[in-house]
């Protein structure tokens, strides 16, 4: 596997009333492209902070952040957007879908930020993304038309749609029951399959299973990343017995 993302002794600190807090403190992280990666802990533990720094929505206090090979640590706010529209995609806990725009439109959206697709370029990349999701029948519907699971699945349609190097999801499953909550789940693990590369945060033990590493952070401090040797050994051979 080659290095997707590589965080050297990465901090984050907020100042507040005068009292210091580090968010994140000293983490090393190395994230192979292919990789499915899920990241839990207590809450306020830093997780959503380290996702947040991942995806160039915030800049560490310190520390390096190589991202394919370029160091990103340092960028301003343009820089970051740039890379961040071209490379990253974002599923949240909410969805965050515009109400007033089709479920076409909203997957769209990244695409506008993009030069020299003409539009049947990006109308053909929406409609496959839309079928990878199977929401092609709902593309004339709007946010408010659909369930949760249904609004999540567009949101992942439009996490795909720039081809990102790699999808952070931010507790995906959080705002859903448990029949949609493992539909979304099941639609990440064959996304995974594919070939994407997922960081996903979670707070459910279960879910954070299914990937092929689990961190866990405590404190801002990574405190264990455990290979799942479930996932890892069912893409393995099956070992030759010996005879005699």
Do not use: W
């Amino acid at each position: 596997m080659s290095t997707l993302i590589e965080l050297k002794t990465i901090s984050k600190r907020f100042l507040t009333e005068e009292i210091e807090t580090r968010a994140i403190d000293s983490v090393n992280l190395i994230i192979n492209k292919g990789e499915y990666i899920s990241l839990s802990g207590q809450s306020g533990c830093g997780k959503s902070t380290l996702l947040s720094l991942l995806g160039l929505l915030d800049s560490p206090t310190e520390g390096s952040y190589e991202l394919d090979g370029v160091d990103v640590s340092s960028l301003s706010r343009d820089q970051r957007a740039k890379i961040r529209s071209e490379q990253i995609g974002f599923v949240f806990q909410s969805f965050n879908l515009i109400s007033d725009l089709t479920v076409f439109e909203n997957v769209m959206l990244p695409l506008t930020y993009q030069k020299g697709l003409s539009k049947s370029e990006v109308e053909t990349k929406v409609q496959q993304v839309l079928e990878k999701v199977e929401m092609s029948h709902r593309k004339d519907h709007f946010p408010s038309q659909l369930s949760g699971g249904q609004q999540q699945r567009v949101a992942v349609a439009r996490a795909l749609v720039n081809d990102p190097a790699i999808i952070l999801a931010d507790e995906p499953t959080g705002n859903l029951d448990s029949k949609n909550a493992e539909a979304v789940l099941t639609l990440l693990d064959k996304l995974h399959q594919e070939g994407s590369t997922i960081c996903m945060v979670t707070h459910d033990p279960a879910s954070a299973k299914r990937a092929d590493r689990c961190l866990e952070m405590f404190d801002g401090r990574l405190i264990a990343d455990n290979i799942n040797i479930k996932n890892n050994m069912e893409a393995m051979p099956a070992p030759e017995l010996a005879v005699g």
